[in-house]
T-cell receptor
Framework: LAKTTQPISMDSYEGQEVNITCSHN???????ITWYQQFPSQGPRFIIQ???TKVTNEVASLFIPADRKSSTLSLPRVSLSDTAVYYC???????????????FGTGTKLQVIP | EAGVTQFPSHSVIEKGQTVTLRCDPI?????LYWYRRVMGKEIKFLLH????????ESGMPNNRFLAERTGGTYSTLKVQPAELEDSGVYFC???????????FGQGTRLTVV
């Protein structure tokens, strides 16, 4: 399974756009990139998943360059409630399965400041 | 729709005792996963059920841990006998199909004293 590297922590003011970048240099052809959010005393919550280029949903955008060796989670206009730990996961194709077996990594602790 | 539910939310037991954690997945989700985070460490995969069958239990730390999913509905994770290093938060997740987004429970915080 591909190893991921992300910043340990980030601070942002309310209303700003936050970009969290994850490096995954040894990503495999069949690997997908998935981001989860976790609040204290709760389980991780799926945010977004992608394979290449750009994916957008109601919560975030995910940018993946052509070489796929990194990805950037973009949170538009964060609020205090976005304070959480964000995990980048890389694993096998969701069609053939396997990505759920990953280790979550240390994640990025985002602190939104009023 | 109810989410993934885990019982109990907290458990404190003495070393050597037995504890059973329960997970009720989202109805209709054939895939059920157990993860855990021991203190200061990362969330790690333990095992994966497809219905009642163990698809992958490569993450189970040792034979003191036994997971079951009789009937393919809820699952239990038994730790017997519990050791101090088993303390941590145990998460359960379910998904409609493996690889699709997983829905996590709130976790069970286990403390072995």
């Amino acid at each position: 399974l591909a190893k991921t590297t992300q910043p340990i922590s980030m601070d942002s003011y309310e209303g700003q756009e936050v970009n969290i970048t994850c490096s995954h240099n040894n990503i495999a052809t069949n690997d997908y990139i998935t981001w989860y959010q976790q609040f204290p005393s709760q389980g991780p919550r799926f945010i977004i998943q992608g394979y290449k280029t750009k994916v957008t949903n109601e919560v975030a955008s995910l940018f993946i360059p052509a070489d796929r060796k990194s990805s950037t989670l973009s949170l538009p206009r964060v609020s205090l409630s976005d304070t959480a730990v964000y995990y980048c996961l890389v694993g096998e194709s969701p069609i053939s399965g396997g990505y759920q077996k990953v280790t979550f990594g240390t994640g990025t602790k985002l602190q939104v400041i009023p | 729709e109810a989410g993934v539910t885990q019982f109990p939310s907290h458990s404190v037991i003495e070393k050597g005792q037995t504890v059973t954690l329960r997970c009720d997945p989202i109805s209709g989700h054939d895939n059920l996963y157990w993860y855990r985070r021991v203190m200061g460490k990362e969330i790690k995969f333990l095992l994966h059920f497809v219905k009642e069958s163990k698809q992958d239990e490569s993450g189970m730390p040792n034979n003191r841990f036994l997971a079951e999913r009789t009937g393919g509905t809820y699952s239990t994770l038994k730790v017997q006998p519990a050791e101090l290093e088993d303390s941590g938060v145990y998460f359960c997740a379910s998904s409609l199909r493996d690889g699709l987004k997983a829905f996590f429970g709130q976790g069970t915080r286990l403390t072995v004293v």
